[in-house]
């Protein structure tokens, strides 16, 4: 009987991280954070890490992930310079842009040629 629990426990618990909320929605053929703001990707980002730190992230918060957050799908966990946790869609670090007032915003797509809405 312990065993029969142990299992159902284990079944359970695994459905429910297959279940677990992307740190991102898709929004109007784009990605956006909880919040409904718009993300973004770095094209000077490479193999997995960000490239976006001290004045370019405050103009550019990343999207945070927690510690105890796990890769899932397209998504993976990146440490930046900081040591700090950041989602990543498809080794690209996620982003969002300080001058965006609202969901729906994209004023940082195509800024400086490098800054793109992130699709999924």
């Known amino acids: 009987m312990r065993i029969h629990k142990f299992v159902l426990a ?3 618990s695994a459905s429910l991280a297959a279940f677990a909320a992307a740190p991102a929605m898709v929004s109007n053929g784009m990605l956006t954070g ?3 703001m718009t993300l973004y990707t770095f094209d000077k980002d490479a193999g997995g890490k960000s490239a976006c730190n001290g ?3 405050a103009n550019w918060p990343p ?5 105890n957050d796990t890769a899932s799908g397209d998504y993976s966990v990146i440490t930046r310079d900081d040591g700090k946790k950041q989602w990543a869609l498809k080794g690209k670090p996620l982003y ?3 001058k965006d007032q ?3 915003d994209t004023t ?6 490098v800054w793109h809405v992130a699709k999924p």
Do not use: E, I, R, T
């Not at 999207?63 to 510690?67: E, R, V």
């Not at 940082?108 to 040629?113: R, V």
């Open 10 to 12: 284990l079944l359970a």
């Open 34 to 36: 909880s919040n409904g």
């Open 55 to 57: 004045p370019c992230a």
């Open 63 to 67: 999207l945070m992930a927690m510690d």
């Open 96 to 98: 969002y842009w300080v």
């Open 102 to 104: 609202k969901p729906g």
């Open 108 to 113: 940082g797509d195509g800024f400086n040629s």
